[in-house]
């Protein structure tokens, strides 16, 4: 089974903190994602990855950076949290051409004071 | 830009079966894909169609129509366990990512 992880299932973390959120998949996927859910917005694409050391924008990439030095790990980077961050953090997986089967981190529910 | 519509809620009684739908535009296309949430929860896999027509999957059936930019998952025989959020999302042609729909919430009642 692919198992995909994330550092905390919860952070509370005050304005202007740097924080970073992890993940790592142990299934050997070239794609790595994430995603962030707020009630009524589904998932909306933050960074993507396809392979190492490579990242792509997604939708809604202001305020983040991400870092992929290993395969099978991809960080979030909050350079300065704000407020607005505060929300469900979602990494996924998948195969180089299986972009439409992805595989889900439980999430990390970020709470910015 | 790439926009999906799909119903925000669905009620049905076990062992009923429903039809979730889901539209979408899309400048291209290249799949649609459905996953499962529970409350509290990670999105979990169901389906993709790439190709026009029906797919099953046990209880769980996904339909494309390429033409119609229509697609709708199909739960048959429901169960209580099947009460969850049901998104569907759009591979876009030529780009590495998913765009999500904003998502049914599927409550079966007794």
């Known amino acids: 089974d692919v198992k995909v992880t994330q550092s905390s299932r919860y952070l509370v973390k005050r304005t202007g903190e740097k924080v970073f959120l992890e993940c790592v998949q142990d299934m050997d996927h070239e794609n790595m994602f994430w995603y962030r859910q707020d009630p009524g917005l589904g998932l909306r694409l933050i960074y993507f990855s396809y392979d190492v050391k490579m990242k792509e924008k997604g939708d809604i990439p202001e305020g983040y950076s991400v870092s992929r030095e290993k395969k099978e790990r991809f960080s979030l980077i909050l350079e300065s949290a704000s407020t607005n961050q505060t929300s469900m953090y979602l990494c996924a997986s998948s195969l180089r051409g299986s972009i439409g089967e992805q595989y889900f981190g439980p999430g990390t529910r970020l709470t910015v004071t | 830009g790439q926009s999906l519509e799909q119903p925000s809620e669905v009620t049905a009684v076990e062992g009923a079966i429903v039809q979730i739908n889901c539209t979408y535009q899309t400048s291209g296309f290249y799949g649609l894909s459905w996953y499962q949430q529970h409350d509290g929860g990670a999105p979990t896999f169901l389906s993709y169609?790439?190709?026009?027509g029906l797919e099953e999957t046990g209880r769980f059936s996904s339909f494309l129509s390429r033409s119609d930019s229509y697609g709708y998952l199909l739960l048959q025989e429901l169960q209580m366990k099947d009460s969850a959020s049901y998104f569907c999302a759009v591979r876009d042609q030529g780009f590495q990512k998913l765009v999500f729909g904003t998502g049914t919430r599927l409550l079966v009642s007794p």
């Open positions: 169609n790439a190709l026009d």
